[in-house]
């Protein structure tokens, strides 16, 4: 069972690229613990001081890890010293996907493949 971490958080604008800039260390870290698929911090290009986040999980074990690891409390820590003003992360968990686009290159709504994964 695949897990999605996304969402946002709010910082002082002129402080939330230091924030991800700072905290570099803690997102390579997360990257190389097991069972990371995708773990992404970036700016919003239109909200100052908007951060968007993205994880891919492969399972709750490994999320859980995470949550016990140094790196997630190490980049808690780090946060905290740039102004967060709020946030709004989510976790979802899925069974089934599959690209976007079919063999046509059309983009597609349903799922449309019998091997979706």
């Known amino acids: 069972m695949t897990i999605i971490i996304a969402g946002t958080l709010d910082f002082e604008p002129d402080k939330a690229e230091r924030a991800i800039v700072e905290g570099r260390e803690f997102i390579e870290a997360s990257l190389r613990e097991p069972g990371c698929r995708y ?6 290009p239109l909200i100052p001081g908007r951060v968007y986040v993205f994880e891919e999980w492969e399972s709750q ?3 859980e890890g995470h949550f016990n690891d140094s790196s997630y409390w190490g980049m808690r820590d ?3 010293k740039y102004g ?3 946030s709004s992360v ?4 899925f069974d089934v996907s599959e690209q976007v686009y ?3 290159g059309t983009p597609r709504a349903d799922f449309f493949t019998s091997g979706a994964s």
């Open 102 to 104: 079919d063999d046509k």
């Open 78 to 80: 780090h946060l905290g």
């Open 39 to 44: 773990y992404a911090w970036t700016l919003d």
């Open 90 to 93: 989510k976790k979802y968990r």
């Open 84 to 86: 967060l003003r709020t």
């Open 61 to 63: 074990a490994a999320l």
